[in-house]
């Protein structure tokens, strides 16, 4: 029951991720001119131009506050992966049960040189 409701949360997940990448990419852009705003405005000499990078950086950092879906694809797409990540856990415990014992690997090899 534990592995089915982690492939249930990882699917849904991941189908909310893929859902909102146009608002995870509008997201990206709006961040990317409020870091390019704020490089030139450090930059900048005069007032005007520092009048005008400080406007880019205010709408950057304002469509990213008010783009809500991204954030909500930005933690479902932290969700997939860490469904992803526990489900490859899972499997990797599981298979290497005997690997858990360091003299069970050389036992073996012991045993297979002595026939």
Known sequence: MKKFL???FGII???VAVANIGSILALALSA????FGWHYFRKSDSTI??????????????????NIPAF????????????WRKWK???????NVIDADPFAK??????????
Do not use: D, H, M, P
């Not at 131009?49 to 008010?66: A, C, D, K, Y």
């Open 6 to 8: 982690l492939i249930v």
């Open 89 to 95: 856990l899972n499997q990797r415990t599981n298979s």
């Open 32 to 35: 990317a001119a409020a870091i």
């Open 49 to 66: 131009s520092r009048i005008l990078w400080g406007i880019i950086i205010l709408v950057g950092v304002l469509t990213g506050i008010s």
């Open 106 to 115: 050389f036992e073996k090899q012991w045993n297979e040189f002595n026939k």
């Open 13 to 15: 997940a991941a189908i």
């Open 72 to 83: 909500i694809g930005l933690l479902a797409a932290a969700g997939a992966y860490y469904a």
